[in-house]
Structures are given as structure tokens and as C-alpha cells.
């Protein structure tokens, strides 16, 4: 489906590139390209796009607790009436135990991974409320969040698998608290991105196995096609009819 805007964080690197590069590709969307660096950002715009398709840049640091709410007054000011689709993409890792955890580390952690997500969502409401319904909003999980499957990864992620854990709670708050929003969590699998094959070494691979056109290919058509009554709260293992533990 085309013809929608769509709002990704982290979307000049990584999963979030990928999707920013799926959805360009079509006719008549607006991208909201949310970054860190708008000026490092730039050659977003100079892509080939679909027909009538536009890229719009703003400033998210997810480190933030002001910039969505800056960033949706931006995208306002630049002709932005409605989101149709939010993909909160950014996120880090860190290698760690919980003993050996400073603080400062975890809270560090906590609020890019997990508190940003909230604070997106919070910021993003009012545009998501004025979309055609449902509007879709879309967290990049991961695997390691899994409680149910914690056992598998016997690694010191403990700030990153508690902070994915802890936002694919919220987000599945967000499509309870709404009965015309569908949130979705969705680990994307292992993917060749810098984080992606940081992982598939850890499991003693040489790179990610999937490619990144192939899992952005693969959520893109979770997030089109997902409904409130069947995929709404879910936690998606890749493709739309496989889903992770919780």
C-alpha cells in the first residue's frame, strides 16, 4: 500500500534505513526521516524516489526527552497533517551483566531504547489520531527482549534485553489504551546491519544471515497488512505468521 506518511527514528542507518529506503521507493508517501543529525542526513533527500513521493528530515535524538515534540512542530510547520505509520527504529546495545552494570550505562540504555519510545509515541498522538484509522505504530524489537526465551542468549545483553522488554510492554499498552491504533513489536531476525552482525557473531556466525532489503520487505508487510483483531499487541518473529514469545 502506498499513498501514506510515515514517521521512522533512526532511519539513515540500520533496520530503520532499510524501511526509509522500502517506502521511498513507492508513489506518493511523505517520509519523515527523524535523525540525530539533520545535516549528516541530508542526501536522504537526493535519493530516487517514487512519484510524488517527499522526504522530510527532522532532528530526534533519542537520548532526548524534547525532541519528538520538537520534531512533530517541525513536521508541522513543513505541511505535515497526519502520521499514518510510526516505525521507532533507533536503538543501542551494550555489553554488559548486571553486577558489572554502572548506573549511568543502564539508565543510558533504558531511555534509548525504551523511554524514547513512550516519549515518541506521546509526541506522535495528536497525528496519529488525525490519520485515516488505524494508524500503525511500529517498534523494532528484538529477540533478546524475550522473557520466554531468555535461556537461548546466555549473553551479557542485560540492559539491552531489559530495555526491549520493557518497550514491547508499553507498546502493547499503546494499542490497548487505543481501539483505533494497531502497535505492533516485530523482531526483524538477524540482520545484516553493524548491530545485526555484531549479533550473528555472537552465535558464532560470520555476518547476519538475512540481508537488509529482505527484512525490511518482510516487517513492511506486517505493518500494511496487520489488523486491530489479529495482529494488534503482537510480538512478530520476522514474518506476519510466526510469532516470538513474549
Sequence with gaps: MSGKTYLITGANRGIGR??????????????????????????LVD???????????????SSSKTDPYDAVKDIQAQGVEHIDVVISSAGIAKLNTIEDMPLEEYEEVLMINAISVMLLYKATLPLLRKAPHPARFTFISAAGGSLNDMPKYPYPNASYASSKALANSLVVKMGMENDWLISLCIHPGLVQTDLGNLGARAFGLEKAPLTLEESSRNTAYIIENATKKDHSEKFFNETIDRIHPW
Design 18 to 43: 532499510g524501511m526509509f529506503d522500502h517506502y521511498v521507493a513507492q508513489p506518493n508517501n511523505t517520509l519523515v526521516a527523524a535523525v540525530r543529525n539533520v545535516e549528516g542526513a541530508q542526501g
Design 47 to 61: 535519493i530516487p524516489k517514487g512519484e510524488n513521493t517527499k522526504v522530510i528530515i527532522t532532528k530526534i535524538d
